[in-house]
Nanobody, 116 residues
Framework: QVQLVESGGGLVQPGGSLRLSCAAS????????MAWYRQAPGKQRESVAG???????NYADSVKGRFTISRDNGKNTVYLQANSLIPEDTAVYYC??????????WGQGTQVTVSS
């Protein structure tokens, strides 16, 4: 079992920055992929960025060059640094972890609102 708790969301003006954190507890050593997804009102949940245990990263085209995902295995935490935020980034952001055995866990989500 892996438990995930996100933090760092909030209200930010266009062009601003936020850093989201996802703290994992439980069997973190069994986790391969950690990723961020987001879901805007009336839209499907979409992948934002991911990082494997080997350090490989991937990003959605819409956030490339603006968002950076990182992972601190010593703290069992994954971060999403979001810069140059635009209103279209407004969504609930969810952290997910996928174990080597293929089990997937989700956090409760944190709201990000980009508005002037």
């Amino acid at each position: 079992q892996v438990q995930l708790v996100e933090s760092g969301g909030g209200l930010v003006q266009p062009g601003g920055s936020l850093r989201l954190s996802c703290a994992a507890s439980g069997s973190f050593g069994s986790v391969d992929l950690m990723a961020w997804y987001r879901q805007a009102p009336g839209k499907q949940r979409e992948s934002v960025a991911g990082v494997t245990s080997a350090g490989s990263t991937n990003y959605a085209d819409s956030v490339k060059g603006r968002f950076t995902i990182s992972r601190d295995n010593g703290k069992n935490t994954v971060y999403l640094q979001a810069n140059s935020l635009i209103p279209e980034d407004t969504a609930v952001y969810y952290c997910t972890a996928v174990t080597f055995a293929g089990y997937q866990y989700w956090g409760q989500g944190t709201q990000v609102t980009v508005s002037s």
